[in-house]
Every structure is written in structure tokens, then in C-alpha cells.
């Protein structure tokens, strides 16, 4: 089965090619069925041979098939082809899957779109081109479909081109992602010929795994680097995020499959899968861990400012990508790959859920202008709830899980920091406040949107309903995968993931914590040094700790967005403590509000408008009006005089001959 | 004493005399043809004289000679670029049939001009002398001069003319100059036996031998349209006739690197450190000046003259680095570039009506809506201009950046990836204008034929093709350049 | 005998026709006369070929300068009928008077 | 310098056969004073108005081609030279180099460049 590895990129090229050449002859169902097909099928075969690995040895889990042998440079030559293992079949699976549960959605969602057709091939393009870079087994391979997926997301984001604003911005995400591009390329550069000057020419992972000795240290720290510069483009990290929040002008199915479940996500793939050169370069991932935990930070705090939800939803996308950077960086990939696919589930749900408020407020995006949704889009709200629930990490979700591993690791972990713990949990409680401040305005509160709106809010049709009930069960579901060791789980997801990413040692993490930098997570392992108890406590606690975190988040955002409204009351049934503090406390309202509302709002309104508009902006603005500028100064050089053309070609001959003749002499 | 010419000789040059013969019967024929009988058999003329010079051309694969006193050579080298100047002219023939008649330009000396600027093509790459690569040089040249203005009631025709042929004059001095003072100091015209002398010890090098180098760079330096001998261009490629330009940007450019490349690698590699910076420079300033100043054109034929000019660049990169085993890239880069450009070309000509070439970038605004077949082929060559993976011209640009890597020219590299950055911005622009603009003003349906159908069917197949799976023309390439080794 | 003139000399005197024909060519304003100038550099490059033919005692040299007078008088015809083109549209000759592309 | 005698007889006769020539004529010819035969040159045109005129497009025309066949012929003198070394095959090779010509000569003829109407 393993040998049919290059039908899960291919059924999609299909899709896209027969849609895109008959389209036009067919009609709108057909299309929109051979595309889901073609995605659907991608997945049967991933799923298959994931069932196919399981009866395998763990180490016997890798497969290989070469396509074409590509010549690099004259005598080099690469084979090219198709790598399956245990992480890329997770990808493959999630990709292919959360696609096919989108495309689905889009029948719906898409219908009255003119452009319905043209938007599945798209559609399928960027499908194809995304398994191909989960699939590819060479760093061309990878760069192929890195290239491809922001060529397709250009596409798509620019979909309705008849926005300037949404041709602005696919512009704006194809020039970023070239910017990141240029480091990848100059990464693979390097890589190619620094173990090419050792004779080993090669591209592919496996023969590069094998010959990564052969580097020195700082040749690996550069060329990491390099390669993290491509991920901070394709994966929206400091600076380089910019284009993800404008790129929402896209449909929101696509903001759904491209910028939260999918794409995005590429750049913690490719760390993932370069882990063991990513392992040799402690100072990259000090950077990876250090970039990962402020992006995820920062775009938290700007999630407070917003009011539109996709933008909310984008800037929460941000700051989760910034959780996966954090796991990357601190050696935990199994961690950020499985935080991976969680999230493309719940965030995945989240997009979808704010596609079906949209449809159902007839296509309004602010949510001051929504409210007391809950009884009206009944299944809309559930599944929006859980993902809220799943996002926020609250324990049973499997947004819990993944999270927390990930703040374990980045405290216990050799290249974990204590105040890289402090800034990510204290970010999941921000996570917490603004994705319920998002769900009480939408859901909760009496409706704000005007009468005729008011009047055809509707739930989605059931091609729409479905995909999110599914979306909201794997949300859930997906995180019994890995339950960790402490919870009596088997952290089987870690397991599955270790012939490729090392790990797979769960108890290991405490000795290493040893090893931690700060005072405080060694003074913890001292504790942790007294076995597996003492570790079991510390994790314990720092899980009771974040939890606690996520639960004064939300109960913040309830408080500031539903207690006049007054709440149901299994809600205050949920916190009783807390809720009779804050109760008895009228002001405390106001001091909340005041703290954390207008303070943070403030603060994140201001991060926007500075760094993200003003500096980041400017730079990657300014750069282009400058080579403009250059351009139309030269232009100026044309006169159009052949004279003058000749007197520049005497100047240059007299330059070229000058400088040939004399320069030996000096 | 009786003066030997071995009669043999003439078996290896039948695709030159092939041309010959079409090109005077091809001109014979328009003369005698009566009044509006059909011009069927002229417009063949270009393409079985083409088919005819390529077959005997393929036959001489291999054939290591050099004829007639070594004024002429049949290598490998010659037959690879003999081969893609024929190509060539197959293309432009293919997308002159509707053009001519549109713009009614003369015919039988059209086509019959084609054909000797062929011929002077495939003269000067497989010549080892000095004045066989003068007289090849000039062949050509004077035919595009006459090309280049043939749109005779068209003032930018004839200004481009004008304007190519006073400068193409003018850079002919500088070559000649060049080529003068070479032999006033080794008394050799024969670029090998040049090549022998200068290796051999008692050559010492003058000031007035490299100022003669000197003067060759600048003359193959306007040929190839390099900066800052690349003024001429962008009016000059404006202003001609679209099929024209196509030629000149494609044909022209190939021709002269070729012999540029032979004359380097060939005569001149001892002095290796004495031009690589040279060019070095060249490279930089072509590359960057060209895409720059390529960001502020509104006239998309302007537009591609800039790019041309940029691409022009990029193979100096390959010259700079010098190495004779890489030389195989220049090659591979101009048999990609030749069909990308020809491709965009063909898409200019059939948007354009009579005229009204509609060449401003605002009438391809919202093509993909009306015209989708063609929006689509246009982004595909302005992809593969842009150097995006899996396109011929991602290999040809990445074949590139290796060479000047393993050269150890790593800024060369760098300065290169940054410039094929800027370049994606104007191509984008372009596809952005096709795709995500509305249309401003109907331009009307496209003035398509079998031939321009034809000619960019191959030339989008050939990009695809070279970009999936270059191995076999990398080879090839490999092989015709191994003369250098 | 006659005295043999240095091949120096012919060097010396080809470089300054050479430079008058550029500087010509690029001040002159009347197309014909830039055409000239540019006939007058040929005519230095033929210069320095028959001296150093005569100097090294072959032939090659004045073969070449057979085809450079060929080839600039093929030059002159192409280049007259061009200027005959550029006077029917323009009514002058003037080298400026063709500048409708530029930037 | 005896071997420049010859020569010096050549220059001596040539200004004595001109002188008689001239002379004869001058003498012998009866002569008609027009105000044509004091015009510039007489060769088809009025010469009225400005001496800087516009010459007729033919002239150019004509000048050309005369120019182009006069280079062409040059090629002519050193094969003139050899040719009784190259043998039949030189001979044969000038040939296709005249036809060639020709062929430029037919073109020119049939476009009707050579009529001066």
C-alpha cells in the first residue's frame, strides 16, 4: 500500500486538471463532487497505509519511492520522489482530511458565488500542492509544493479580485512569502554545497539525516536559520506575519483550509522534519523557541483590539502558530506536530463556525454588531463552543492536551526556559479571555445587528452543518491521542511519532529538567530528581496552573460580556468561588474592565498600529517604493536620443577597457 | 603552386548553403509571382528550408571538423546553437503568417531576410576565426537592420531601425577595433591558434592585447544587450515589428553569447582573472538595471525589452564564472529563455489588432475573464520568466545561482535570488492585471492563427518540458559544450 | 629605397581617426555625417590591419579589410535607404528627430 | 634611380598627348557660346535656385547600388590574381559568388530600381 504513497498528491492533480479543463463543460455539482472526490480519496489512501504502518515494526515505518532523478548541476543528480513516514502520514491525514471537510462545506457555503467553479480547482491546486510538500522526500520536493501553496493561497486569498483590498493582499502574501522564500532557498543553497564540498551531493532527507555529521556548528546554526526564515513567512512568525491577517479578504472556507488548518502550518512541518538538524543547532532553536513565544504572545495581545472575527480568528492563529514554534524550538516536535493537528481541527471548526455566522448575518463580520445568536444557529453555537472550549485548553478538549504538553516541555525541556513557560501560559489565559470574549459577544447578550438582518438569520444548510459537527467531534476527540504519561495516558500520538522525531520518552523530559537554565524549574527538579512522583507533581501542577490560567480568562470575558446580560446558570455553577468574589465586588467589574480591557486594548491597538502597520509595513512597503523610485529614475537614462545612447556606450567602453588594462597594475 | 580547397568540405556546411538557396528562392519567387496568385510557396520557403538545414544540421552531430582552412568547424557547439537559431526561425516564421498580413510588411523579403539572419547565425556559432565570425555577425545584423524598419508607413518602425543600425554600427567599430588590435599583437585571427600562442611561454601580455579583449567585451556586449551597451534596446524592441523583436530578443541573443562564450572560454581563458570581475560587474549592473527599471513599465513589449535585458544578466553569470565544465548552463539558460520569450512575444502579437498593437498593460486587464486559454499560457511564460518551480525557467535560473555558488561567487548568487525577487513583483503584475483587474477597454477577440496557435503550443510544452525534466537537453547541453574541456 | 613606416606610427594614427570618428558620431546631428564618422572608424580598425598584416607579414590582415569595406559598404546602402525612410517621414535627416520611444 | 627613368617618360608624354588633345580641339572645334554651356553642369536638371538643391530620391538609389556592385566586384581583382592556381574549382566558386550577385542584380532589376522614371 505504502507504494501508492504518490497517489495522495496525485488524486488532487487530477481533480484540479479535470476541473480545470472541462469545468466549463460540466455543471456546478460536478465540479464541486470530483474535487471533494479527489481530496476524499487522498485521504482513504493515507488512511489506509496509516492502518498498513500499524501492523508494522515502529522502525520498519518509512517508505520511500523515487519518481524521476533530477540533475541538480551537470554530473549531480537527485533523485526526486515521495517519502512516507509516521509524520508525514500525520500530515497527509489531517491535510487531506480537514480539505475534504472543507471543500464539502464550501458546496455550500460557495453556492452563489460566480466564481464556484474556478474556486474548487483552485481549491484542488492548493490541495495537491500542499501534500506534496507533506509527502515530498527531498528538500526540492518541499520547496516544489512551498512554492506551489503560496502561488494557490495568492489565488485564493485574491479570489474576489474585484476588491482591490483582495487583490492587494494576495499580492501582499505572495511578495512576504518570497521574502521567506529567498532565506529557504538560500538555506537549501547552502546545505546542497556545504555537504557537497564533503562529496555527499545531496537534497534528500534521509541521505541528509545520515550525512548531517559532516556539518560544523555554526554552519548548521546558519543554515537552520535560513531555513526558519522561510517558515517565519510561510508560518506568519515575528516579522513576517503581516500578510496572514490581510489575507482573511480570501472566502472564509479558504481562510479556514489555508490559514488556519493547513498551509500555515508548513514551516513547523519543515522544522519538524529537519528535527535532527534543528537538534545540532541549540542556537536556532533558542531563536525558534524565543520568536515562536513572543509571536504568540504579541498576536495575542492584539486579538484583544479586534472586533471582526476573522480577524480575531487570524491573530488567534498567529499567536497558536507561536505555540507550535515554542514545542519546535524546544526539541518537543512531537508536541508541536500533534498541537498541529489539534489545531487545524479546532481552528479549522472555529473559521468554519464564523463562516456559517457570517452566512447566517448575511455576511457580517463585526461582532459588536451580533449577539444572542445561541438559540437562533443552535448547531453553529454548540460546535463554536467546543472549539472555544478546545482553543482555550480547557481539560477534556483536545486543545488541553497538545497545549499543556507543550508548556511541560517548554519547562522541562534542556532548551525550555522558565519564562518561556510563564509567557506561553500566560498567553493561554489571554487565548482564554479573547476567543470567549469573541463567543459571549457572538452568541451571548441580546442581538445588536440591525432589523432586516435580524430578520433571515438562519442556520447553514446541512452540507455545512455536518463538516462542523464532525470538525467539533475530532476537536474533541483528537486529543485522546496523546494523553500524556501523568494522566495515566499512553501518549500513543508521541509514540507513533517517535521513530521520526526521536521523543517518545515521556519520562526522559523530567531528567533533562535538570538541565533547565533557571533557578526555579531546577529548584522544581531537584524536586523532580526524586522520581517519577515528584515529576508526576510538577506536571501536575503546571497543568493545574495553565488550566487555572484558561478558567480566569474565560470567566474575565464572562464577566465583562455576559453578567449584565445575566448567564445561565450551569455557568455559575461552574465557578461558584469566583463568582461570588467578583459578585460581591460590584467595581471589581470596573477594574477589570479597566485593567484588562481598556489597558490590554489599548496596549494591543497600539502594537497594531506601531510595529504591525508602522514599522513591519513600512519596511516591506518602503522597500518596493524605493526600487520604484529607483526605477523611474532610470527610466529617466532612456532619453530616447540615439546619440546619447552612443555617448553611453562610449562611457562604458571607456569604463570596461580602463578597468581591464590598468587593473593589473594595481 | 596550386591552392587546395578539398571539395569535401562542402558535405559539412549543406545546412548554410540550404539556407542560402531557400533565402534567394524564397526572393526570386515573390519576384515572378503574378499579381495575386497565392503566396503559399514563399511563405513554405522559411519552414522546409528550416526543416532541410535542421536535418543535415542533426547529421553533422558529432562530426568534429574543422573545413576550408579552419576557417570553419563543425562541433557540437555550433550544431546546438545551429540547431536552436533554426528553431527559432521556425517559431517567428510560425508567428509572422497572420502578422505580416496584418501589418502588411513585404513579404518575400521578410521571410527571404529571416533566413539570412539565420544563416548569419549559423555562421558566426560554429566559426573559429575572427573574420568568419565578423562576416556571420554582420549577416545577421544587416538583416535585422532592413527587419527592424520593414514596417515602412510606421514612424517607430523605422525609428527603431534608425536606431539600431547606428548603434549596431557604431558597437561594430568597437568589436572591429577589438579585434584589430588582438591581431596586431599576435598576427593571428584563428581564435585556437590565438588560444596556442597566448598558453604557449612566449607570449607576454601588452596593454593594447587586453585592451583589444576589452573592446570584444564591449561589441559581444552590445550584441547581447548588456549594460551599459543595452541602451539601444528597449526603443529598438519597442519599435520593431513584435514577430521581429521576438527574434532579435531570442535569436540574436543566442548567436551572440555563443560566439561571445567561444571567444572567452576559447582564446581568452588564460586571462581569466584578467575579465571575470568584468563581467562580474556586467552581470550585476545587467541583472539589477534591468529589472528595476523593468518595475515602472506600463508597455508590457517595453516591459519584456527590460527583462530580456535582465535575463541577459543571468547568463552573465554563467560567463563570469568561467568554468569551462559549467559553460553548459549559458546553453541551457538560452534554449529556455528562447522559447519563454518567444511564447510571451507570441501572446503580445496575437492581443494586438492593426494598428493598435494593445500592448499597454492595461489591455491585458481582465483577460483571464474574456480570454482564459490565453491569460493562462501567458502566466505560464511569465511564471517561468519569474523563475517559479516547476517551470523551465526555475531551472535555468537555478542551474544558474549553483554555477556562480560553486564558483565561490556567493554574492553573485545572492545578488542574483534578490534580483529574481524583484522580478517576480513585475511579472505578478501582469498576471495580477489579467486576472484580478477589470477589463477597461474591450480590445476584441484575438487575432489568433494555426501558426501562433502552433508556435506557443510548443513553446509552452517545451517550458513544461524543460522544467520537469531537463535532464536529457542538460545532457545535450553537456556534450556541445564539452569542446572547452 | 623608400623608408619603411614604423607600424607604431600607423597604430598611433589609427587610434585618433578612431577617436574623431567617435566623438563624430556622437556630435554630429545630421544622420548621414554620424553614418560617416562611423565609416571613418571602420577605416582606422582597416588601418591598423594592413599595418600589422605588413608587420607580421601575412596575409589575414588585408583579407579582413576586404570584408570590413564590403561590410561597410553594404552598411551605407542599408543605412542610406533607412535615412531615405527617416526623410520621407520626418522631412530631415536629423538623428533627434527619431525619439519617440524613450524610458 | 635610373629605374624611375620610365616613369618619368610616362608623366612627360601623358602632359604632352593631353596638351595636344586640348589644343587640337580648341583649335579645330568651331565654337557656340550658350548661356547652357556656362551653367555648372549640365546632367538633366535646371540650374535654378539655391545651389544647395535636393537632389532626387534616384540619385540615392542609384548611388547605392553602384556602390554596393562596384564593393562586390573587389572581391574580383585578388581571385583575378590566383585563379589560374585554384583551377576549375576556383573558377566555379567565383561562379556561385556571381550568381549570387545576380540574383541581388535580378531583385534590383525587378523592382524597377534601375528605371529611372
Not at chain 2, 527571404?112 to 544563416?119: A, D, I
Amino acid at each position: 500500500m505504502a507504494d501508492y504513497i504518490w497517489l495522495i498528491p496525485l488524486f488532487p492533480a487530477v481533480g484540479f486538471i479535470f476541473n480545470g479543463l472541462f469545468g466549463t463543460k460540466i455543471s456546478k455539482g460536478a465540479v464541486s463532487w470530483i474535487a471533494c472526490l479527489a481530496v476524499f480519496l487522498s485521504f482513504l489512501t493515507s488512511v489506509a497505509i496509516f492502518f498498513e504502518f500499524l501492523q508494522l515494526p515502529a522502525d520498519a515505518r518509512v517508505f520511500e519511492i523515487n519518481v524521476y532523478s533530477w540533475i541538480a548541476s551537470g554530473e549531480v543528480s537527485i533523485p526526486l520522489g515521495f517519502r512516507v513516514d509516521a509524520l508525514s502520514l500525520v500530515m497527509a491525514m489531517t491535510v487531506s482530511g480537514v480539505a475534504f471537510l472543507i471543500h464539502v462545506y464550501s458546496i455550500g457555503y460557495m453556492e452563489h458565488d460566480p466564481g464556484f467553479k474556478r474556486f474548487f480547482v483552485e481549491l484542488n491546486l492548493f490541495v495537491f500542492m500542499m501534500l506534496t510538500l507533506v509527502t515530498g522526500n527531498s528538500l526540492i520536493m518541499m520547496f516544489v509544493g512551498w512554492e506551489g501553496v503560496g502561488l494557490s493561497s495568492y489565488l485564493l486569498i485574491g479570489f474576489w479580485y474585484q476588491k482591490d483590498s483582495a487583490s492587494d493582499a494576495g499580492k501582499k502574501a505572495f511578495i512576504v512569502n518570497r521574502i521567506g522564500d529567498f532565506g529557504f532557498l538560500l538555506g537549501i543553497f547552502l546545505l546542497f554545497f556545504t555537504l557537497g564540498s564533503h562529496g555527499v551531493w545531496t537534497l534528500n532527507f534521509g541521505e541528509i539525516h545520515k550525512s548531517a555529521h559532516l556539518l560544523n556548528g555554526n554552519m548548521i546554526n546558519l543554515i537552520t536559520f535560513l531555513f526558519f526564515v522561510g517558515a517565519m513567512g510561510k508560518s506568519a512568525q515575528i516579522p513576517l506575519y503581516v500578510w496572514l491577517p490581510d489575507a482573511m479578504e480570501g472566502p472564509t472556507p479558504v481562510s479556514s483550509l489555508i490559514h488556519a488548518a493547513t498551509m500555515v502550518t508548513a514551516g513547523v512541518y519543515m522544522i519538524a522534519r529537519l528535527n535532527f538538524l534543528y537538534s545540532m543547532a541549540p542556537t536556532t532553536m533558542m531563536v525558534v523557541a524565543t520568536i515562536g513565544v513572543l509571536t504568540a504572545f504579541f498576536a495575542a495581545t492584539i486579538g484583544f483590539a479586534q472586533y471582526d472575527i476573522k480577524k480575531v480568528l487570524a491573530y488567534s492563529t498567529i499567536s497558536q502558530l507561536g505555540y507550535m514554534f515554542v514545542a519546535v524550538g524546544v526539541g518537543a516536535y512531537s508536541a508541536g506536530i500533534f498541537h498541529l493537528m489539534t489545531h487545524a481541527f479546532f481552528k479549522g471548526l472555529l473559521f468554519l463556525g464564523a463562516g456559517s455566522i457570517m452566512h447566517a448575518m448575511s455576511g457580517e463580520l463585526d461582532m459588536r454588531l451580533m449577539g444572542g445568536l445561541r438559540k437562533k444557529i443552535p448547531v453553529t453555537y454548540w460546535t463554536f463552543f467546543i472549539a472555544c472550549l478546545a482553543i482555550a485548553g480547557i481539560p477534556g478538549f483536545s486543545g488541553f492536551f497538545s497545549k499543556d504538553e507543550i508548556l511541560w516541555k517548554a519547562f522541562s525541556s534542556p532548551h525550555g526556559h522558565i519564562m518561556i513557560w510563564m509567557l506561553a501560559a500566560l498567553t493561554a489565559g489571554m487565548t482564554a479571555f479573547y476567543m470567549f470574549r469573541l463567543f459571549f459577544g457572538v452568541f451571548y447578550g441580546d442581538c445588536r445587528a440591525p432589523e432586516d438582518v435580524k430578520h433571515h438569520i438562519h442556520e447553514s444548510p446541512k452540507v455545512m452543518t455536518v463538516p462542523l459537527m464532525i470538525l467539533a467531534f475530532l476537536a474533541i476527540a483528537g486529543g485522546y491521542l496523546g494523553i500524556p504519561h501523568v494522566l495515566g495516558g499512553a501518549n500513543l500520538f508521541d509514540q507513533f511519532l517517535a521513530p521520526v522525531l526521536g521523543g517518545g520518552h515521556g519520562h526522559a523530559a523530567a531528567a533533562h529538567a535538570s538541565a533547565g537554565f533557571s533557578m526555579v524549574s531546577s529548584a522544581w527538579a531537584s524536586t523532580a530528581e526524586a522520581g517519577h512522583g515528584g515529576e508526576a507533581a510538577l506536571e501536575m501542577t503546571l497543568m493545574a496552573a495553565s488550566v487555572v490560567t484558561a478558567l480566569i480568562g474565560i470567566s474575565i470575558a464572562w464577566l465583562m460580556y455576559v453578567k449584565n446580560t445575566g448567564m445561565p446558570g450551569k455557568f455559575v455553577a461552574a465557578f461558584p468561588g469566583l463568582f461570588k468574589v467578583v459578585n460581591n465586588k460590584y467595581y471589581v467589574d470596573e477594574f477589570y474592565d479597566f485593567v484588562f480591557v481598556r489597558g490590554i486594548m489599548k496596549a494591543g491597538g497600539v502594537l497594531l498600529k506601531v510595529v504591525d502597520i508602522g514599522i513591519i509595513e513600512g519596511i516591506i512597503n518602503g522597500v518596493g517604493a524605493l526600487l520604484q523610485w529607483i526605477g523611474g529614475g532610470l527610466r529617466k537614462f532612456e532619453t530616447g536620443f540615439v546619440q546619447q545612447y552612443a555617448f553611453g556606450m562610449i562611457l562604458g567602453a571607456i569604463i570596461v577597457v580602463g578597468y581591464i588594462v590598468f587593473a593589473p597594475l594595481f | 603552386m596550386v591552392v587546395q580547397i578539398p571539395e569535401m568540405d562542402f558535405g559539412w556546411i549543406v545546412p548554410e548553403i540550404a539556407m542560402t538557396v531557400f533565402a534567394a528562392v524564397a526572393l526570386l519567387l515573390t519576384l515572378f509571382r503574378k499579381k495575386n496568385s497565392t503566396w503559399l510557396f514563399v511563405e513554405a520557403m522559411p519552414l522546409v528550408g528550416a526543416i532541410v538545414a535542421l536535418y543535415f544540421t542533426f547529421q553533422t552531430w558529432n562530426g568534429n571538423i574543422d573545413i576550408f582552412n579552419n576557417l570553419y568547424t563543425i562541433d557540437n557547439f555550433g550544431v546546438f546553437f545551429k540547431g536552436l537559431s533554426l528553431v527559432i526561425l521556425i517559431l517567428v516564421t510560425l508567428l509572422s503568417y497572420r502578422y505580416i498580413d496584418r501589418e502588411d510588411m513585404a513579404r518575400g523579403e521578410y521571410y527571404s531576410l529571416l533566413m539570412f539572419g539565420t544563416l548569419g547565425m549559423m555562421i558566426m556559432v560554429s566559426s573559429n576565426n575572427f573574420i568568419t565570425i565578423f562576416i556571420g555577425l554582420e549577416v545577421m545584423s544587416i538583416s535585422i537592420y532592413i527587419l527592424a524598419g520593414l514596417m515602412g508607413g510606421n514612424a517607430k518602425s523605422v525609428e527603431a531601425s534608425l536606431k539600431y543600425f547606428l548603434l549596431g554600427a557604431f558597437a561594430t567599430a568597437f568589436l572591429l577595433y577589438g579585434i584589430a588590435l588582438i591581431y596586431g599583437t599576435t598576427g593571428m585571427l584563428d581564435i585556437r591558434e590565438i588560444a596556442g600562442y597566448v598558453n604557449s611561454g612566449n607570449f607576454m601580455v601588452t596593454p593594447t592585447f587586453m585592451a583589444g579583449l576589452a573592446l570584444l567585451i564591449v561589441g559581444f556586449g552590445f550584441k547581447t544587450a548588456s549594460v551599459p551597451f543595452h541602451m539601444w534596446t528597449p526603443d529598438v524592441y519597442e519599435g520593431a515589428p513584435t514577430s521581429i523583436t521576438a527574434y532579435m530578443a531570442t535569436g540574436v541573443k543566442a548567436a551572440a553569447f555563443a560566439a561571445f562564450l567561444r571567444v572567452l572560454f576559447t582564446a581568452f581563458h588564460p586571462f581569466l582573472s584578467g575579465w571575470t570581475y568584468m563581467l562580474w560587474i556586467l552581470a550585476v549592473a545587467t541583472m539589477t538595471l534591468g529589472n528595476i527599471t523593468a518595475l515602472k513599465q506600463d508597455d508590457v513589449k517595453r516591459m519584456l525589452a527590460y527583462s530580456s535585458i535582465a535575463h541577459a544578466g543571468y547568463i552573465l553569470i554563467a560567463l563570469t564564472v568561467g568554468d569551462r565544465t559549467l559553460s553548459s548552463t549559458v546553453l541551457y539558460y538560452l534554449l529556455v529563455y528562447s522559447f519563454m520569450t518567444i511564447g510571451a512575444f507570441a501572446v503580445v502579437i496575437i492581443l494586438g489588432r492593426q494598428g493598435s498593437p494593445n500592448t499597454g498593460i492595461e489591455s491585458y486587464a481582465g483577460l483571464a475573464g474574456r480570454h482564459p486559454v490565453i491569460a493562462a499560457v501567458m502566466a505560464v511564460f511569465l511564471f517561468s520568466m519569474a523563475g517559479i518551480p516547476p517551470l523551465a525557467g526555475f531551472m535555468g535560473k537555478f542551474y544558474v545561482l549553483t554555477d556562480a555558488i560553486r564558483g565561490g561567487y556567493y554574492w553573485l548568487a545572492i545578488i542574483g535570488v534578490l534580483n529574481s525577487v524583484v522580478a517576480a513583483y513585475y511579472y505578478l503584475r501582469v498576471v495580477m492585471y489579467m486576472y484580478f483587474k477589470e477589463p477597461e477597454a474591450e480590445i476584441g477577440a484575438p487575432d489568433v492563427s494555426i501558426g501562433s496557435t502552433l508556435a506557443i503550443a510548443i513553446s509552452v510544452v517545451v517550458v513544461f518540458y524543460l522544467g520537469i525534466f531537463p535532464r536529457l537537453f542538460l545532457m545535450i547541453a553537456h556534450t556541445s559544450s564539452a569542446i572547452f574541456m | 629605397m623608400l623608408q619603411e613606416i614604423p607600424t607604431s606610427y600607423c597604430y598611433l594614427l589609427s587610434a585618433i581617426v578612431f577617436i574623431i570618428g567617435a566623438v563624430g558620431a556622437i556630435t554630429r546631428k545630421n544622420a548621414i555625417v554620424i553614418f560617416m564618422s562611423i565609416e571613418l572608424m571602420l577605416n582606422s580598425v582597416n588601418l591598423v590591419f594592413i599595418s600589422s598584416g605588413n608587420a607580421f607579414a601575412s596575409m589575414d590582415g588585408s583579407i579582413f579589410v576586404f570584408f570590413v569595406m564590403t561590410v561597410a559598404a553594404v552598411e551605407a546602402a542599408v543605412g542610406l535607404a533607412i535615412f531615405v525612410m527617416l526623410f520621407r517621414m520626418k522631412g530631415t535627416v536629423n538623428a533627434d528627430e527619431a525619439s519617440l520611444m524613450k524610458g | 634611380m635610373t629605374n624611375y627613368i620610365p616613369v618619368l617618360i610616362i608623366i612627360i608624354f601623358a602632359f604632352l598627348i593631353a596638351a595636344l588633345i586640348v589644343g587640337a580641339s580648341s583649335i579645330l572645334g568651331h565654337k557656340i557660346s550658350k548661356k547652357t554651356k556656362l551653367d555648372t553642369y549640365e546632367c538633366g536638371m535646371k540650374t535654378i535656385g539655391p545651389t544647395r538643391m535636393k537632389m532626387n530620391i534616384r540619385y540615392y538609389l542609384t548611388a547605392m547600388l553602384f556602390l554596393i556592385f562596384d564593393i562586390e566586384v573587389m572581391f574580383l581583382y585578388p581571385w583575378a590574381l590566383v585563379t589560374g592556381n585554384l583551377g576549375m574549382f576556383g573558377f566555379l566558386e567565383m561562379l556561385v559568388f556571381v550568381i549570387i550577385l545576380l540574383v541581388g542584380y535580378v531583385y534590383v532589376w525587378k523592382k524597377g530600381a534601375l528605371e529611372w522614371e
